[in-house]
């Protein structure tokens, strides 16, 4: 399987798009001006004390106040508090290491908020949930630096080996390995990715973090509240940071600054992987050129289509997310109603998957698969969405089939959904209405065209479609409708018809006969 990571500069930031197997998998939109991101690391003030809700709300510079809950405050609060407030007052050259601090006494877990916080006290937090709808950051004080292959924990000493790695002897390794490198007073994660790599390699991330911390507590001793005082790497680093692996071929940005940085980034964390960073300087924009906007186009719809025929409507509301499954015009394809609703929930299944990592939706999701009779379908599918949300980084659980049909999913919200407006303003009712992206009709056109004229060699074919779409294939000197005759020798007649929406048009045989054709 191949990876490709594609980064497009924008005047408000940068479009992510990863790509496994050429298909698009992750967006995200970056803007410059997006503050607040998980990770980041802030001085903040108390606002208000809710002894009710057992938390406090915290001003980082955000309109809203920021939520602090007391089971957030995590065992070590009191010495956070106490060596963040040393740093904060320590004189010019003084240095305070976290190495040689004495911890404090934990802090009870059963305990109430107004025990701990007090109204403008001054307190060390990091975002753990950017801010969503109408609802401010979510905080903790926990604190925690993500890096290639671990996570340090400042205030802790304990070592956790990811749970994806299975082997008793690796985990044994890596556990005694990390034991012997990491300093006192800091607690180590071993990712994933971590796995079977030597001391060296584990040595330099860890460095890295330390530096991370140490750099943040130097900030700390000029801070003002609401300073970010340790700040998350760029969307695209962090990325590179997260599924870096092997069989990542391609990093291609269309930007010399970005460029740069990721190159600096790759160099820091797999040098050997440095070839794989390649400045685009190519004609077409670089998202057209890998395919990208019309994925986008055709993924972010409120209706999203399926290869074998059937189809997914996707609703957001307030509370949960609704997927809906149907058949489509697969119905007519199979044995009978049982194999066509394995066969299209199948793939469904696999699509869903894809669809939440791709809108990065969060929450509570449902979905209603068509109905299945035996118990053994239902615990495939279950299966199949299992194994395809083990590949998902973001903290999940599914539970099987219910007796009615429904599948529910939990997944980890910790960024605002990606939302994109996939639909057009008509040209014909001047946005009275909408209509689904026409971008995608000209892709059915080109590829009904091509199986016409290979498949079933069909000559003198006309092409009826909207003024728009025939615009579309006929203007320029090598327009699209002259490469079809230097590929194909054949010519295709295209006739305008502004009676027909501009997502329809009819094939015509040479007989005057409309030809119908299905490509699924």
């Known amino acids: 399987m191949s990876n490709e990571l594609i980064i497009n500069s924008t005047q408000t930031g ?71 407030k040393r740093v904060a007052t320590s004189k010019k050259g003084q240095e305070f290491k976290l190495e040689k601090y004495n911890m404090k006494p934990e802090i009870d877990k059963h305990g109430k908020i107004t025990d701990v916080l007090t109204r403008n006290q001054k307190v060390l937090v990091q975002v753990v949930k950017e801010p969503i709808s109408t ?29 994806k790695i299975t082997s008793a002897a690796e985990r044994k390794r890596l556990s005694r390995l990390v034991s012997s490198i990491k300093p006192e007073n800091f607690g180590v994660i071993v990712r994933t990715v971590a796995e079977n790599k030597d001391v060296r390699e584990l040595d330099s991330d860890l460095r890295n973090l330390l530096d991370n911390w140490s750099s943040g507590m130097e900030k700390l001793k000029t801070a003002k509240t609401r300073d970010k005082v340790i700040g998350e790497m760029g969307k695209a680093s962090a990325l590179l940071r997260d599924v870096l692996n092997e069989s990542f071929d391609s990093v291609y940005i269309d930007d010399k600054d970005i460029y ?26 670089i998202f057209e050129h890998f395919g990208i906007e019309k994925q986008i186009k055709s993924a972010f719809g409120q209706s999203v ?31 009978g109603q049982e194999a066509t609703a394995l066969s ?27 109905d299945m009779k035996k118990a053994e379908n239902k615990k495939l599918i279950y299966k ?67 199986y016409l004229l290979t498949k079933q060699n069909e000559k003198d074919l006309t092409v009826v479609l909207h003024p728009y779409v025939y615009a579309y294939f006929t203007r320029g000197t090598l327009s699209r409708r002259l490469k079809w005759y230097l590929r ?4 295709v007649k295209l006739v305008q018809d502004s009676s027909i929406a501009i997502t329809d048009y009819k094939f015509i045989n040479k007989l005057g006969e409309e030809i119908q054709v299905d490509l699924n």
Not at 135 to 163: D, H, Q, W
Request: hydrophobic share 35%; proline share 3%; charged share 30%.
């Open 14 to 84: 940068c479009r992510i798009a990863l790509l496994k197997d050429k298909v698009l998998t992750e967006f995200h939109h970056e803007e410059d001006d997006n503050k607040f991101n998980v990770g980041d690391i802030y001085l903040g003030t108390v606002k208000k004390v809710v002894q009710g809700l057992n938390a406090a709300f915290i001003d980082i510079g955000y309109e809203k106040d920021a939520f602090l809950h007391y089971l957030d405050l995590g065992p070590r609060f009191t010495s956070l508090q106490d060596f963040s």
């Open 135 to 163: 609802k401010g950051p979510r905080l903790s004080c926990e604190l925690s630096l993500a890096g290639r292959y671990m996570v340090l924990v400042p205030f802790s000493n304990t070592v956790n080996i990811s749970k």
């Open 260 to 285: 740069d940085e990721v190159k600096t980034f790759i160099r820091k964390i797999a040098p050997d992987k440095e070839k794989i960073a390649k400045l685009y300087n190519g004609k077409a924009k």
């Open 305 to 335: 289509s399926l290869k074998g025929g059937g189809y997914l409507i996707i609703e957001h509301t307030e509370a949960l997310h609704v997927i809906d499954v149907n058949s489509g015009n697969k119905s007519n394809r199979e044995d």
């Open 344 to 370: 299209v929930n199948m793939e469904a299944a696999k699509e869903i998957c894809r669809q939440l990592r791709l809108r990065d939706m969060g929450g509570i999701i449902v979905v209603d698969f068509i």
């Open 384 to 450: 199949v969405m299992k194994q395809e949300m083990d590949t998902d980084r973001s903290k999940h659980t599914v539970l099987p089939l219910s007796r009615f049909g429904l599948m529910q999913i939990t997944r980890q919200r910790v960024r605002p959904e990606m939302n994109i407006t996939t639909k057009e303003v008509c040209p014909t009712c001047h946005g009275s209405g909408k209509i689904s992206p026409s971008i995608l009709t000209s892709d059915t056109i080109e590829r009904t065209i091509d």
């Open 488 to 491: 194909y020798f054949k010519w």
